[in-house]
């Protein structure tokens, strides 16, 4: 229902229109009545709001025109229709001057005033109608302004401006907080991968927006809120322009550091970062955007929870001199053969030490490619599988586990990770090789000595004396047995039993106790080095490892 307010001073006019006017039957209530303009006005300001206004030209007091006016400046939209007994085109022209939707001379017939009444409101209809679509689009719109511009930022940063296009301008049709001139784009990368595991999808979406207000609210101080964060599958993309003052690379160091703070302290997460060098242009973004991406790609060699700057690293790289590619390097592939050959031979000290020199080779410098070191290392583990298998080393056991560990490679965020994957492969192979040949007695009485007494302080030098031989000894004989140190397999012994205590849901402090840890934090950060959890995360993830 649309309310109607009728203005007419001549009362028997008014009310013959209120009682031969089908109201109800067009859809309209007569919301109220009044003599002049100044009651009028009055009549509106209690409501209800009329949607139209019939009103008389001529009335006391204040008449039609000055009405309609007064009426117009709280009522900007209200429509009107005008009643006058003058057929006077100076009305009619000020009438249609104050955009009166219509002017009926009086007397009118009762049909082509409703008529007139009937096609206005079709009118305010139509006017709302369209109004609510209009509203309708606008709340689709701003709902889905930060899809469209976290997809366009990702398109900015990864490809060069295209023809017809203009970022400069969507960045303020946008009201976008970042400028697009001085830009510089950054990428913080979560370190720990593995720990999602233990978490749902709704939980890591929580996390992972949790994540995003932390990185937005501690990165606006940092850039005068010049600053947006968009998500990119498990990484955070920033852009920025920088702060009035210019920061040098230890102050911006810091500045990032705090994020690093924030992320650890209320989410337990632990992020690399890597920033571009500064763009004039947004259109120049992606220049700043692939700077940054070579920059995180550095957390390879120098490890999880580092800030790389591009400039930085290039300055490093200056003089740097071009050897050969991994794949070219003769040294390595003499390395190889010769840890290959020590292993037919069952040297397996020898083969150990070489391992060590390979893996310090596989440090090409932090602007080679990961990819082309994981590819290296990878047909390197499948020549040490072809050797397992021309050995004879058949345990369906040993031999899956191979295959797991070459399957792990692609997955490795860091060289120190990649080291510790192959060690493993090569301890796996020794053990398998081993296992056709009798221990030796001394590392024989030394693993008795291990198993019975892994809880206490056992250490190299206190077992050495129980099996009577020096620990250096002792040391050379366990890697050329077993192909690992005393200390690594005491370890991974220790955290084989811890496993199966964390599957009984003992207290992650007992548990340290119980396998020979004096120390809760150096227990957690053992154990998350052999299994790649933590303890809380392996409880978490059912003790499946």
């Given at each position: 229902m649309m309310n109607v307010l009728l203005v007419e001073d001549e009362i028997t006019i008014r009310e013959g229109l209120r009682d031969t006017i089908p109201w109800k039957e067009n859809g309209l209530h007569l919301c109220g009545e009044a003599g002049?303009?100044?009651e009028a006005l009055e009549r509106i300001a209690a409501g209800p709001v009329p949607d139209l206004i019939i009103t008389d030209i001529h009335m006391p007091k204040m008449n039609g025109l000055d009405f309609i006016q007064a009426a117009r400046a709280t009522l900007p939209n209200v429509e009107v229709i005008v009643l006058s007994g003058y057929d006077d085109f100076q009305y009619a022209k000020k009438a249609i001057q104050l955009g009166v939707n219509g002017y009926v001379l009086k007397p009118c017939r009762t049909e082509e005033l409703v008529q007139l009444?009937?096609?206005?409101?079709?009118?305010?209809?139509?006017?709302?109608?369209?109004?609510?679509?209009?509203?309708s689009i606008q709340n689709k719109w701003e709902r889905s302004l930060p899809t469209v511009i976290e997809q366009s930022l990702l398109r900015w940063v990864r490809s060069p401006r295209q023809k017809l296009e203009n970022r400069s301008n969507q960045l303020e049709e946008w009201n976008s907080p970042?400028?697009?001139?001085?830009?510089?784009?950054?990428?913080?990368?979560?370190?720990?991968?593995?720990?999602?595991?233990?978490?749902?999808?709704t939980d890591q979406e929580l996390i992972r927006y949790a994540a995003f207000n932390i990185i937005q609210e501690t990165f606006n101080p940092i850039f005068d809120h010049n600053v947006v964060v968009v998500r990119d599958g498990n990484d955070f993309i920033w852009i920025a322009n920088p702060p009035k003052k210019q920061l040098s690379i230890q102050e911006t160091k810091l500045s990032l550091g705090r994020l690093k703070i924030n992320l650890e302290q209320y989410l337990r997460m632990s992020v690399s970062i890597g920033v571009g060098n500064l763009v004039g242009s947004v259109d120049d973004l992606h220049l700043?955007?692939?700077?940054?991406?070579?920059?995180?790609?550095t957390r390879f060699y120098s490890g999880k929870g580092t800030i790389v700057l591009y400039s930085e690293l290039a300055q490093n790289a200056d003089g740097a001199s071009s050897d050969a590619t991994i794949f070219e390097d003769k040294s390595m592939l003499k390395l190889e053969q010769s840890i290959l050959h020590h292993l037919r031979t069952m040297k397996f000290e020898d083969a150990l030490d070489q391992t060590e020199v390979w893996l310090q080779q596989l440090h090409r410098g932090p602007l080679t490619d990961q990819s082309e070191v994981s590819l290296r290392a990878t047909a390197f583990m499948l020549e040490l599988q072809k050797l397992a298998q021309e050995q004879h080393v058949n345990a369906l056991e040993?031999?899956?586990?191979?295959?797991?560990?070459?399957?792990?490679?692609?997955n490795m965020e860091t060289l120190e990770d990649l080291s510790t994957l192959v060690k493993k492969l090569i301890r796996s192979l020794v053990a398998g090789l081993n296992s056709q040949v009798p221990t030796?007695?001394?590392?024989?009485?030394?693993?008795?000595?291990?198993?019975?007494k892994y809880h206490t302080n056992l250490t190299l030098d206190s077992v050495s004396k129980e099996v009577f031989v020096s620990n250096t000894y002792l040391s050379s004989l366990f890697k050329q047995e077993l192909g690992i140190n005393f200390l690594d397999y005491l370890h991974q012994y220790r955290i084989e039993h811890a496993k199966s205590l964390l599957r009984k849901n003992y207290k992650m402090y007992a548990v340290a106790k119980m396998v020979g840890y004096q120390e809760e934090r150096y227990f957690s950060m053992t154990f998350k080095k052999w299994t790649g959890l933590t303890p809380t995360q392996f409880k978490k993830n059912g003790g499946a490892n």
């Open positions: 002049d303009g100044l009444i009937v096609s206005t409101k079709m009118k305010i209809t139509a006017i709302r109608e369209t109004q609510t679509s209009m509203h970042i400028r697009p001139t001085d830009l510089l784009a950054g990428i913080i990368r979560v370190d720990d991968s593995s720990g999602n595991r233990v978490f749902n999808k700043s955007y692939e700077q940054a991406w070579k920059a995180i790609e040993s031999n899956q586990r191979i295959v797991d560990l070459i399957k792990q490679v692609p030796h007695r001394t590392v024989q009485g030394a693993l008795d000595i291990i198993h019975a």
